[in-house]
């Protein structure tokens, strides 16, 4: 079956650049998606086909997909921006995956 | 707008069944693929099942085989997941989620507020 691999946590202080990391076996060769879920709400899409941002998320969320990772950006992370990140691919055996979750905290 | 309100959750014991619904509008919900995703309390997301807009192709997760099944009827816009054999650990909520499918493309652009399942005896 097919894994996605997210650090369990990331810690970055206001002001500064968040940095997500989600790994995959030959990842870039896929489409990698990215939601955001804050404590007792739904998952929100933030980001889709590796770099796209739905209408109303900020441009200050970007991301890539090369190689075997996957990569979600922050920049001027914001207070408002800590939550729990998840990236999600498609695989042909696996079907939907999702990664572990990364628990982002802003200091 | 789309919306995406699940129901049918609640308490059952071990081994017994539960069907939950998801009640959708907003959009063309006979052209859109639809998943059940799952959380299970204080950890990731999972996903668990999806069905094809027409309903000809179902898919499941190896840990549900033979005991969810996923179905939907278009002319309602509901979406159903029929749990049966209810383990310990199927305990989760459940979300309803509208699914964005184009060959090797696919991502959740719409998910519900989601349906508690409490699975103890």
């Known amino acids: 079956s097919y894994e996605l691999t997210q650090p369990p946590s990331v810690s970055v202080s206001a002001g500064q650049t968040a940095t997500i990391t989600c790994s995959g076996d030959?990842?870039?060769?896929?489409?990698a998606s990215w939601y955001q879920q804050k404590p007792g709400q739904s998952p929100v899409l933030v980001i889709h086909?590796?770099?796209k941002r739905p209408s109303g998320i900020p441009e200050r969320i970007s991301a890539s997909n090369s190689g075997n990772t996957a990569t979600l950006t922050i920049s001027g992370t914001q207070a408002m921006d800590e939550a729990d990140y998840y990236c999600q691919a498609w695989d042909s055996s696996s079907y939907v995956v999702f990664g572990g979750g990364t628990k982002l905290t802003v200091l | 707008e789309v919306q995406l309100v699940e129901s049918g959750g609640g308490l059952v014991q071990p081994g017994e069944s539960l069907r939950l619904s998801c009640a959708a509008s907003g959009f063309t919900f006979s052209s859109f693929w639809m998943s059940w995703v799952r959380q299970a309390p204080g950890k990731g997301l999972e996903w668990v099942a999806n069905?094809?807009?027409?309903?000809?192709?179902?898919f499941y997760v190896d840990s549900v085989k033979g005991r969810f099944a996923i179905s939907r009827d278009n002319a309602k816009n509901s979406l159903y997941l029929q749990m049966n054999s209810l383990r310990d650990e199927d305990m989760a909520i459940y979300y309803c989620?509208?699914?964005?499918?184009?060959?090797?493309?696919?991502?959740?652009?719409?998910w519900g507020q989601g349906s508690l399942v409490t699975v103890s005896s």
């Open positions: 989620t509208r699914d964005r499918v184009a060959g090797a493309l696919y991502y959740i652009d719409y």
């Open positions: 069905i094809k807009h027409d309903g000809s192709e179902k």
């Open positions: 086909q590796d770099t």
């Open positions: 030959k990842l870039g060769d896929k489409y």
